[in-house]
Protein backbone atom coordinates (compact mmCIF):
# COMPACT_ATOMS: atom_id res chain seq x y z
CA UNK A 1 0.00 0.00 0.00
CA UNK A 2 1.36 3.35 -0.60
CA UNK A 3 0.63 6.30 1.02
CA UNK A 4 1.59 9.56 0.51
CA UNK A 5 1.94 11.65 4.44
CA UNK A 6 2.64 15.10 4.38
CA UNK A 7 4.80 15.85 7.31
CA UNK A 8 7.36 17.89 9.66
CA UNK A 9 10.81 16.85 9.50
CA UNK A 10 14.36 18.23 11.33
CA UNK A 11 17.31 18.29 8.67
CA UNK A 12 19.43 15.46 8.38
CA UNK A 13 22.65 16.36 10.08
CA UNK A 14 25.82 16.52 8.00
CA UNK A 15 27.27 13.17 7.13
CA UNK A 16 31.12 13.59 8.13
CA UNK A 17 31.28 10.38 6.28
CA UNK A 18 33.67 8.00 4.93
CA UNK A 19 32.36 7.83 1.48
CA UNK A 20 32.70 11.32 1.14
CA UNK A 21 36.53 11.35 0.14
CA UNK A 22 36.39 14.49 -2.70
CA UNK A 23 38.84 16.51 -1.00
CA UNK A 24 36.14 19.51 -0.86
CA UNK A 25 35.71 20.51 2.24
CA UNK A 26 33.85 18.83 4.99
CA UNK A 27 34.60 15.53 2.80
CA UNK A 28 38.69 16.21 4.18
CA UNK A 29 40.13 13.01 3.11
CA UNK A 30 37.73 10.71 3.39
CA UNK A 31 36.92 10.96 6.98
CA UNK A 32 34.99 14.06 7.40
CA UNK A 33 36.32 16.83 9.54
CA UNK A 34 35.58 17.06 13.09
CA UNK A 35 36.81 15.03 16.37
CA UNK A 36 35.55 11.83 17.95
CA UNK A 37 32.01 11.36 18.59
CA UNK A 38 31.25 11.10 22.53
CA UNK A 39 30.04 8.10 22.97
CA UNK A 40 31.79 5.88 20.38
CA UNK A 41 34.10 2.88 21.14
CA UNK A 42 36.79 3.96 23.38
CA UNK A 43 39.03 0.43 22.22
CA UNK A 44 38.36 -0.76 25.81
CA UNK A 45 35.55 -3.84 25.82
CA UNK A 46 33.25 -2.51 28.35
CA UNK A 47 31.34 -5.75 29.18
CA UNK A 48 33.20 -8.82 30.29
CA UNK A 49 34.15 -11.10 27.20
CA UNK A 50 35.59 -14.41 25.72
CA UNK A 51 36.28 -13.43 22.18
CA UNK A 52 39.94 -12.29 21.53
CA UNK A 53 40.05 -9.37 19.93
CA UNK A 54 41.73 -8.73 16.69
CA UNK A 55 44.03 -5.50 16.87
CA UNK A 56 45.84 -3.06 14.02
CA UNK A 57 47.86 -0.30 13.47
CA UNK A 58 48.56 1.57 10.37
CA UNK A 59 50.47 4.64 8.57
CA UNK A 60 49.16 6.70 5.59
CA UNK A 61 50.33 9.49 3.88
CA UNK A 62 47.68 11.81 2.17
CA UNK A 63 49.16 14.01 -1.21
CA UNK A 64 47.45 16.76 -2.69
CA UNK A 65 47.95 17.65 -5.68
CA UNK A 66 46.49 21.10 -7.27
CA UNK A 67 45.77 22.06 -11.12
CA UNK A 68 47.31 25.38 -12.78
CA UNK A 69 43.77 27.12 -11.31
CA UNK A 70 43.31 26.57 -7.82
CA UNK A 71 47.53 27.07 -7.70
CA UNK A 72 46.73 30.27 -8.91
CA UNK A 73 44.41 31.00 -6.56
CA UNK A 74 46.95 29.85 -3.59
CA UNK A 75 46.76 26.27 -3.26
CA UNK A 76 50.16 24.53 -3.41
CA UNK A 77 51.13 21.36 -3.36
CA UNK A 78 51.79 18.92 0.08
CA UNK A 79 51.51 15.87 2.07
CA UNK A 80 50.57 14.62 5.53
CA UNK A 81 50.43 11.85 7.61
CA UNK A 82 48.80 10.11 9.89
CA UNK A 83 48.93 6.79 11.95
CA UNK A 84 45.76 4.76 13.42
CA UNK A 85 45.37 2.24 15.80
CA UNK A 86 42.37 0.35 16.46
CA UNK A 87 40.66 -2.66 17.70
CA UNK A 88 37.88 -5.13 16.45
CA UNK A 89 34.30 -4.64 17.57
CA UNK A 90 31.25 -7.09 17.16
CA UNK A 91 28.25 -5.39 17.52
CA UNK A 92 28.04 -2.94 14.76
CA UNK A 93 28.02 -4.87 11.52
CA UNK A 94 25.65 -2.35 10.54
CA UNK A 95 27.73 0.09 10.06
CA UNK A 96 29.62 -2.10 7.42
CA UNK A 97 28.07 -5.20 6.34
CA UNK A 98 30.16 -5.85 3.99
CA UNK A 99 33.24 -5.78 6.45
CA UNK A 100 34.76 -9.22 7.31
CA UNK A 101 37.10 -7.38 10.02
CA UNK A 102 35.52 -3.97 11.69
CA UNK A 103 37.82 -2.41 14.01
CA UNK A 104 37.42 1.61 15.97
CA UNK A 105 40.23 3.56 17.53
CA UNK A 106 42.21 6.55 17.16
CA UNK A 107 44.00 8.24 13.78
CA UNK A 108 46.89 10.96 14.93
CA UNK A 109 48.18 13.41 13.02
CA UNK A 110 51.82 13.29 12.73
CA UNK A 111 53.37 15.70 10.71
CA UNK A 112 51.50 17.99 8.03
CA UNK A 113 49.39 19.98 10.09
CA UNK A 114 48.96 23.17 7.57
CA UNK A 115 48.56 20.79 4.81
CA UNK A 116 46.03 19.14 6.30
CA UNK A 117 43.86 22.61 7.31
CA UNK A 118 43.99 22.74 3.07
CA UNK A 119 40.79 20.83 2.92
CA UNK A 120 39.73 20.42 6.56
CA UNK A 121 38.74 23.20 8.40
CA UNK A 122 41.05 23.07 11.97
CA UNK A 123 41.58 19.20 11.58
CA UNK A 124 41.89 17.74 15.07
CA UNK A 125 45.26 16.07 15.71
CA UNK A 126 43.58 12.87 17.23
CA UNK A 127 40.17 11.64 16.42
CA UNK A 128 38.18 8.42 16.10
CA UNK A 129 37.77 6.43 13.27
CA UNK A 130 36.46 3.51 12.37
CA UNK A 131 38.30 0.81 9.33
CA UNK A 132 37.48 -2.17 7.64
CA UNK A 133 37.84 -4.49 4.78
CA UNK A 134 36.10 -7.33 3.14
CA UNK A 135 37.32 -10.81 1.99
CA UNK A 136 37.92 -9.37 -1.36
CA UNK A 137 39.80 -6.36 -0.25
CA UNK A 138 37.87 -3.82 -0.75
CA UNK A 139 38.36 -1.19 2.50
CA UNK A 140 36.11 1.00 4.33
CA UNK A 141 36.69 3.52 6.38
CA UNK A 142 34.19 5.92 8.71
CA UNK A 143 35.30 9.12 10.34
CA UNK A 144 33.28 8.52 13.60
CA UNK A 145 33.57 5.21 15.58
CA UNK A 146 29.49 5.06 15.07
CA UNK A 147 29.13 6.72 11.44
CA UNK A 148 28.51 4.35 8.59
CA UNK A 149 31.32 3.29 6.81
CA UNK A 150 31.81 3.59 3.07
CA UNK A 151 34.15 1.88 0.22
CA UNK A 152 37.47 4.15 -0.29
CA UNK A 153 39.94 1.68 -2.03
CA UNK A 154 41.42 -1.29 -1.99
CA UNK A 155 43.73 -3.02 0.73
CA UNK A 156 45.88 -6.24 0.82
CA UNK A 157 43.39 -8.07 2.76
CA UNK A 158 45.40 -11.70 2.13
CA UNK A 159 48.80 -9.85 3.69
CA UNK A 160 48.25 -9.21 7.32
CA UNK A 161 51.66 -7.37 8.23
CA UNK A 162 52.27 -4.65 6.26
CA UNK A 163 49.26 -4.71 4.04
CA UNK A 164 49.44 -2.18 0.99
CA UNK A 165 46.57 0.39 1.09
CA UNK A 166 45.33 3.17 -1.36
CA UNK A 167 42.93 5.22 -2.29
CA UNK A 168 42.69 8.21 -4.27
CA UNK A 169 39.80 10.91 -5.23
CA UNK A 170 39.37 14.64 -7.38
CA UNK A 171 37.72 17.04 -6.59
CA UNK A 172 36.84 21.03 -6.78
CA UNK A 173 38.74 23.54 -4.65
CA UNK A 174 38.28 27.27 -4.70
CA UNK A 175 36.57 28.97 -7.47
CA UNK A 176 37.58 26.96 -10.72
CA UNK A 177 40.42 24.46 -9.23
CA UNK A 178 40.85 20.85 -8.71
CA UNK A 179 42.74 18.98 -6.61
CA UNK A 180 43.92 15.27 -6.73
CA UNK A 181 43.63 13.38 -3.06
CA UNK A 182 45.88 10.38 -3.09
CA UNK A 183 46.71 8.38 -0.04
CA UNK A 184 48.95 5.43 0.62
CA UNK A 185 50.06 3.66 3.74
CA UNK A 186 50.25 -0.36 5.00
CA UNK A 187 48.25 -1.69 7.48
CA UNK A 188 49.03 -4.36 10.03
CA UNK A 189 46.63 -6.52 12.06
CA UNK A 190 46.69 -9.49 14.72
CA UNK A 191 44.43 -11.22 17.03
CA UNK A 192 45.30 -10.41 20.80
CA UNK A 193 44.70 -12.77 22.85
CA UNK A 194 44.53 -10.73 26.27
CA UNK A 195 41.50 -8.14 24.96
CA UNK A 196 38.63 -10.56 25.34
CA UNK A 197 34.85 -9.05 23.78
CA UNK A 198 31.62 -10.17 25.12
CA UNK A 199 29.55 -12.19 22.74
CA UNK A 200 27.33 -9.49 20.76
CA UNK A 201 23.93 -11.96 20.70
CA UNK A 202 24.65 -14.13 23.56
CA UNK A 203 21.56 -16.63 24.64
CA UNK A 204 18.50 -14.83 26.38
CA UNK A 205 18.25 -16.96 29.81
CA UNK A 206 16.20 -14.41 31.83
CA UNK A 207 13.23 -12.03 31.09
CA UNK A 208 13.68 -8.57 30.29
CA UNK A 209 14.13 -6.48 33.16
CA UNK A 210 11.16 -3.92 31.53
CA UNK A 211 9.61 -6.43 30.85
CA UNK A 212 9.99 -6.92 27.06
CA UNK A 213 8.63 -10.15 25.21
CA UNK A 214 11.67 -12.54 24.38
CA UNK A 215 9.84 -13.77 21.42
CA UNK A 216 12.44 -13.63 18.34
CA UNK A 217 11.77 -17.19 16.70
CA UNK A 218 15.04 -17.89 15.79
CA UNK A 219 14.37 -18.39 11.77
CA UNK A 220 15.17 -15.04 10.72
CA UNK A 221 18.73 -13.56 8.60
CA UNK A 222 20.04 -10.55 8.55
CA UNK A 223 20.24 -8.67 5.29
CA UNK A 224 21.03 -5.19 5.18
CA UNK A 225 19.94 -4.80 1.31
CA UNK A 226 16.71 -3.06 2.85
CA UNK A 227 13.64 -2.64 0.99
CA UNK A 228 9.87 -2.77 1.84
CA UNK A 229 9.04 -6.36 2.70
CA UNK A 230 13.03 -7.21 3.90
CA UNK A 231 13.46 -8.29 7.40
CA UNK A 232 14.25 -5.58 9.52
CA UNK A 233 18.01 -6.24 10.61
CA UNK A 234 18.59 -7.26 14.53
CA UNK A 235 20.36 -5.10 17.03
CA UNK A 236 20.98 -4.65 20.49
CA UNK A 237 20.49 -1.51 21.77
CA UNK A 238 20.78 -0.30 25.54
CA UNK A 239 16.79 0.44 26.87
CA UNK A 240 15.41 2.14 30.07
CA UNK A 241 16.41 -0.16 32.23
CA UNK A 242 20.06 -0.31 30.89
CA UNK A 243 19.84 -3.35 29.39
CA UNK A 244 20.47 -4.47 25.76
CA UNK A 245 17.18 -5.08 23.91
CA UNK A 246 17.52 -7.56 21.07
CA UNK A 247 14.42 -6.02 18.29
CA UNK A 248 13.33 -9.43 17.08
CA UNK A 249 12.95 -10.46 20.43
CA UNK A 250 9.69 -8.05 20.11
CA UNK A 251 8.58 -10.49 17.33
CA UNK A 252 5.07 -11.14 16.63
CA UNK A 253 3.54 -7.85 16.88
CA UNK A 254 3.23 -4.50 14.84
CA UNK A 255 6.20 -1.84 15.89
CA UNK A 256 6.60 1.61 15.28
CA UNK A 257 10.58 2.03 14.86
CA UNK A 258 11.27 6.26 14.78
CA UNK A 259 14.43 7.16 14.79
CA UNK A 260 15.02 10.37 16.77
CA UNK A 261 17.02 12.84 18.11
CA UNK A 262 16.32 15.19 21.45
CA UNK A 263 16.72 18.46 19.66
CA UNK A 264 14.01 18.00 17.13
CA UNK A 265 10.68 19.45 17.87
CA UNK A 266 8.69 17.22 15.54
CA UNK A 267 10.44 13.90 16.92
CA UNK A 268 8.95 15.55 20.85
CA UNK A 269 5.84 15.92 19.41
CA UNK A 270 5.54 12.21 18.07
CA UNK A 271 6.69 11.18 21.26
CA UNK A 272 4.27 13.55 23.27
CA UNK A 273 1.38 11.52 21.69
CA UNK A 274 2.92 8.36 21.21
CA UNK A 275 0.86 6.09 24.25
CA UNK A 276 -2.47 7.67 22.85
CA UNK A 277 -1.78 5.71 19.73
CA UNK A 278 -1.31 3.01 21.42
CA UNK A 279 -3.97 2.48 23.24
CA UNK A 280 -6.40 3.54 20.76
CA UNK A 281 -4.95 0.78 18.50
CA UNK A 282 -5.64 -1.56 21.63
CA UNK A 283 -9.03 -0.37 21.66
CA UNK A 284 -9.04 -2.13 18.06
CA UNK A 285 -7.56 -4.84 18.61
CA UNK A 286 -4.31 -4.26 17.57
CA UNK A 287 -1.31 -4.52 19.40
CA UNK A 288 1.32 -1.66 18.54
CA UNK A 289 4.72 -1.27 20.16
CA UNK A 290 6.50 2.37 19.55
CA UNK A 291 10.14 2.17 19.34
CA UNK A 292 12.31 4.98 19.96
CA UNK A 293 15.76 5.22 18.66
CA UNK A 294 17.56 8.16 20.39
CA UNK A 295 20.48 9.57 19.47
CA UNK A 296 22.42 12.61 21.16
CA UNK A 297 21.47 15.05 18.74
CA UNK A 298 21.19 16.43 15.47
CA UNK A 299 25.13 17.52 15.30
CA UNK A 300 25.94 14.12 16.36
CA UNK A 301 23.40 11.23 14.89
CA UNK A 302 26.30 8.52 15.37
CA UNK A 303 26.31 8.86 19.38
CA UNK A 304 24.24 7.78 22.22
CA UNK A 305 22.41 10.57 23.90
CA UNK A 306 23.74 11.47 27.49
CA UNK A 307 22.53 9.87 30.24
CA UNK A 308 20.60 12.88 31.52
CA UNK A 309 19.32 13.99 28.15
CA UNK A 310 17.88 9.92 27.71
CA UNK A 311 16.60 9.99 31.53
CA UNK A 312 14.39 13.24 31.02
CA UNK A 313 12.96 11.94 27.38
CA UNK A 314 11.70 8.68 29.49
CA UNK A 315 10.84 10.84 32.21
CA UNK A 316 8.86 13.56 30.03
CA UNK A 317 6.56 10.70 27.90
CA UNK A 318 6.54 8.00 30.15
CA UNK A 319 6.62 5.56 26.76
CA UNK A 320 5.46 1.36 27.58
CA UNK A 321 7.39 1.19 24.61
CA UNK A 322 11.51 0.49 24.68
CA UNK A 323 13.51 3.98 23.86
CA UNK A 324 16.79 2.44 22.62
CA UNK A 325 20.11 4.46 23.32
CA UNK A 326 21.22 4.39 19.35
CA UNK A 327 24.38 3.74 18.26
CA UNK A 328 23.99 5.18 14.57
CA UNK A 329 21.84 1.98 13.57
CA UNK A 330 18.89 4.42 12.43
CA UNK A 331 21.39 6.91 10.61
CA UNK A 332 23.06 3.82 9.18
CA UNK A 333 19.85 2.10 7.68
CA UNK A 334 17.79 4.57 7.29
CA UNK A 335 18.75 7.40 4.41
CA UNK A 336 18.97 4.92 1.85
CA UNK A 337 16.32 3.49 2.71
CA UNK A 338 13.85 6.39 3.10
CA UNK A 339 15.38 7.75 -0.30
CA UNK A 340 14.34 4.54 -2.43
CA UNK A 341 10.71 3.75 -0.51
CA UNK A 342 9.80 7.55 -0.53
CA UNK A 343 12.02 9.28 -2.78
CA UNK A 344 12.42 11.62 0.06
CA UNK A 345 15.51 12.90 1.95
CA UNK A 346 16.32 11.88 5.43
CA UNK A 347 15.46 13.74 8.41
CA UNK A 348 14.33 13.49 11.96
CA UNK A 349 12.46 11.84 12.34
CA UNK A 350 12.02 9.07 9.63
CA UNK A 351 9.49 5.96 11.31
CA UNK A 352 8.77 2.75 9.67
CA UNK A 353 6.20 0.52 10.31
CA UNK A 354 7.06 -2.81 10.81
CA UNK A 355 4.65 -5.91 10.42
CA UNK A 356 4.56 -8.73 13.41
CA UNK A 357 7.23 -11.23 10.80
CA UNK A 358 9.73 -8.14 11.29
CA UNK A 359 9.20 -7.22 7.83
CA UNK A 360 8.88 -3.43 6.78
CA UNK A 361 6.47 -2.40 6.13
CA UNK A 362 6.39 1.56 5.37
CA UNK A 363 8.95 3.96 5.55
CA UNK A 364 7.85 7.32 6.05
CA UNK A 365 10.21 10.78 6.92
CA UNK A 366 8.58 13.58 8.69
CA UNK A 367 5.54 13.33 11.24
CA UNK A 368 2.21 14.60 11.05
CA UNK A 369 -0.14 12.77 13.33
CA UNK A 370 -0.60 9.58 14.58
CA UNK A 371 -4.01 8.61 12.69
CA UNK A 372 -1.08 8.70 9.45
CA UNK A 373 0.61 5.89 11.27
CA UNK A 374 -2.60 4.21 11.97
CA UNK A 375 -4.11 4.10 8.27
CA UNK A 376 -0.70 2.48 7.59
CA UNK A 377 -1.78 -0.14 10.38
CA UNK A 378 -4.94 -0.75 9.23
CA UNK A 379 -4.01 -1.22 5.32
CA UNK A 380 -1.79 -3.63 5.43
CA UNK A 381 -3.21 -5.94 8.15
Known amino acids: MLLTILALACGAPPTGGAADDTGAPGGGDGGGDGGAADGGYTGTPTEEGSIPAWRAQAEVTWTLTFDAAAQAEGYADCSYRRTWEGVQVLDLDYLCPECALHLVGDATLQEGLDCAATIVSDPPTVREEGWGWSEDGRFFRGSYGLSPMGELGTIDAGRSEGAALSWESEGEVGTTGTMLLQ ?199
Open 183 to 381: AAGTVSWWLDEQTLLPDPWPARTEPYTCGWPTDDPGTLVRDYDLALGTVLPNVRLRDQCDEKLALWDLYGRWLVVDSAQPDCGPCRTMASTAEDFVQSMAAEGIEVVVVSLLGKGLAEPFSEPDEAVFDDWVATYQPSGPVLRDRGYGYALLPDLALSATGEEFGYPTWMVIAPDMTIAHVNVGFSDWDAVAEVIRGAR
